[in-house]
């Protein structure tokens, strides 16, 4: 059975996207830690994040370095964390979180509420951003 993420790739799930190439998409997190909360997944469905082959591994990363760089340009943040936890969906993927504090990372705190359109905004503004450090 594919993976929730497989099915966003395949269009069957609706989500905020934010940046895309062949390999790889980056989505809004629809249970963020903070806003600008990002996913960031291979297009391939390897349930284990170390499974990637090299290129991907590799890719993803340099792939999410370009969504951190549009995620900080947009959200009022002193970094972006990087997570790979790995156990909630499996599919290999990269949470970019937004952060003022290494206490903003946690999972088990509670989650940001936002509207449809706030989402819908803050996509849009960061698909912007990707796009200008991309060209």
């Known amino acids: 059975m594919a993976s929730i993420f497989t099915r966003i ?11 895309e ?14 806003k600008g909360h990002t996913l960031v997944i291979p297009k391939t469905e390897i349930d284990y994040f170390f499974d990637l082959e090299d290129s991907l ?7 999410s ?4 760089k549009a995620i900080q340009n947009v959200v ?22 937004p952060i003022k504090s290494v206490a903003d990372m946690s999972f088990t705190k509670p ?4 509207e449809p359109e706030e989402f819908k ?7 912007s951003e990707f796009a200008l450090l991309s060209a």
């Not at 790739?9 to 940046?19: H, L, Q, R």
């Not at 190439?21 to 903070?34: G, M, N, T, V, Y």
């Not at 370095?65 to 951190?68: E, L």
């Open 76 to 97: 009022p943040c002193a970094r972006i964390g990087v997570s790979v936890v790995g156990l909630e969906v499996p599919h290999a993927h990269v949470h970019l979180i």
């Open 65 to 68: 370095k370009n969504v951190a």
């Open 121 to 127: 905004q803050l996509a849009a503004s960061i698909q």
């Open 57 to 63: 591994l590799s890719g993803i990363m340099l792939f």
């Open 111 to 114: 989650r940001v509420e936002l």
């Open 9 to 19: 790739i395949k269009g069957e799930i609706p989500c905020y996207k934010v940046a």
């Open 21 to 34: 190439s062949e390999q790889f998409l980056a989505f809004l997190d629809i249970r963020p830690l903070a």
